[in-house]
């Protein structure tokens, strides 16, 4: 019985941290390059022996804005990005030039290219001349080539880690370089979170009724322990 009683604790553990991952997808619907965690998918790894979470890596709708550093990218593929803790993938596209003229994202990280870091103050904060950026990710100012964007593409999305800003990392850096005809980079665009409202409150009527219905299960499995007990103590 008290094995019975554990599962069921067990059960509403998970979920409630469920329940929190559907609320952090609601919360970030209109976050630009979100990609939804997938509630049920928590499991213990074997090696590290911490929870983790799987993520939907399913592409988001494309929303034009007419911006020139708005960039959405197709594919399994992603824009990179140097942070403090080194190389680090987004889908979120929604760039600007920074006061140093360098390409950064929200969070201040610089946006790579096949060289570096992009930086465009000569052409963008000196000159403020129009940058085109090609399908390829080739960044050109008339019909020069001054940059590359660099793109990585990762064939074991599972090894990802979430970090802040729709930011993810591969501890080993396991980055590979895709052909050309394998992504399509679209200026003036951003790629929508791929968080679906409707999908996310059906899981969480669905994860409500599973609470509920385990709760029910340890009150009554805890009446009858006290009454076993009360039996037991009868003179």
């Keep these: 019985m008290s094995d019975t009683i554990y599962q069921a604790a067990k059960n509403l553990h998970h979920q409630m941290r469920n329940m929190e991952i559907i609320a952090n997808n609601l919360a970030n619907i209109n976050s630009t390059g979100y990609k939804r965690q997938i509630p049920f998918a928590e499991f213990l790894a074997r090696e590290e022996n911490q929870s983790q979470q799987i993520t939907d890596f399913a592409e988001g709708n494309f929303i034009q804005t007419g911006n020139t550093f708005d960039l959405a990218i197709s594919g399994e593929n992603f824009f990179m990005v140097k942070t403090e ?36 103050f000569e052409f963008v904060v000196e000159k403020n001349e129009t940058v085109k950026i090609t399908s390829s990710g080739e960044i050109k100012v008339g019909a020069d080539v001054v940059d590359k964007l660099a793109i990585a593409k990762i064939e074991d999305q599972d090894s990802l880690i979430r970090t802040e800003g729709q930011q993810f990392f591969d501890p080993d850096e396991d980055y590979e370089t895709p052909e050309e005809n394998e992504f399509q980079i679209r200026q003036g665009f951003l790629e929508e979170s791929n968080t679906n409202a409707i999908f996310e409150m059906q899981h969480m009527i669905k994860i409500n009724r599973d609470y509920e219905s385990s709760q029910k299960l340890i009150n009554e499995m805890d009446k009858m322990m006290g009454k076993a007990k009360e039996r037991g103590t009868v003179k």
Excluded: A, Y
Excluded at 87 to 104: A, D, P, Q, R
């Design 85 to 120: 803790r080194g190389v680090e993938l987004t889908k979120n596209g929604k760039f600007k030039i920074s006061e140093e003229g360098h390409l950064v994202n929200d969070n201040g990280h610089k946006v790579m290219s096949e060289g570096g870091e992009v930086n465009l």
